[in-house]
């Protein structure tokens, strides 16, 4: 049993789960097996990564980022029984209008999935004339429905929380550029009805005594609902002379007003350091889309791409991450 209740949750005891090495003194361990994807993974690919999984049946589906042998980004379904071995599409999602007609995206990548009651929201960064957020949703992952942008471009990194909160659809994005951004802030916005979003308010930006988030900050996985706020992590950048680092870091928003940002870490969670992470098609990048969070347990098996080539895992708990947010805690 956890110390922090998770909230709204469910039990997954077939998730993916090392437990913590012994020699082992940092707040998140990557899966002893990393990467769980490799270089061409389906005929084609050629890279699969900054993905999403959820639990769904007997064991787990997920929505994939996967980088075509033409360079351009996808989004492909696939499943698993294990969280780990991954059977992928070599197809493309393809997306219809509310009324059935296909309505294709031109590119889309680094997908997360909110499942609110029983449909399941998927955001991205879409092609609207420019990077923007994309937003559809499924029922089955047979059928995926595009819904209108939520927002004008350029902006990216939307996440959904996964209830309304004040009988608001929620979501957190990060606007942006329309190239490799080299600045960037999280906002909240509110819908009634997953169409119409609005009442803006900013939540967190880059910056702080460290310099890991020094230059952009986006977040990452579907918040998580816990008995001490929103847990939320997300990645922050910092800019060197070999161009940008990608660490993972986290944050506990306040329950009824996520605008609100009761704790932060300071540090890193986890930065680039694994030769999957330092090495690939962009180097030193760890980039969060997803978890798989246990009630019961407490237990957080977090899905991030590396070096936007593979597919990685890493785990800890809610009380580890915060626990140490609480003593390495930088509100700025
Ligand atoms: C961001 C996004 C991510 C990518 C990262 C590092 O702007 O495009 O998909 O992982 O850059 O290249």
Redesign the pocket.
Known sequence: MSKVKIINGQNIPNMPWEDKPKNCSEPVWRYSKNPITDWNPTPSTARI??SSAVPFGDGFVGVF?ADHKNGR?QLHFGKSKDGIHWDIDDEVIKWVDENGNLNLNSYG??PRVAKIDDIYYITW?DDFKGASVGLGYTKDFKTFIKLPNPFVPYN??GVMFPRKVNNKYLMMTRP?DSG??PFGDVFLSESPDTIHWGNHKFVMGKGGQGWWQGTKI?TGPVPIETSEGWLVIY?G?SNTCNG?V?SMGAALLDIDDPSKVLYRTANYLLTPEKEYETTG??PN?V?PCATLVDAETGRIAIYY?AA?TYSALAFSTVDEIIDYMKKYNEVF
């Open positions: 990564y900054n980022r980004a990548y680094d960064c990216r990194n942006s490799h951004t986006g990645h950048v940008f990608y098609f962009v990048v980039f791409g936007d």
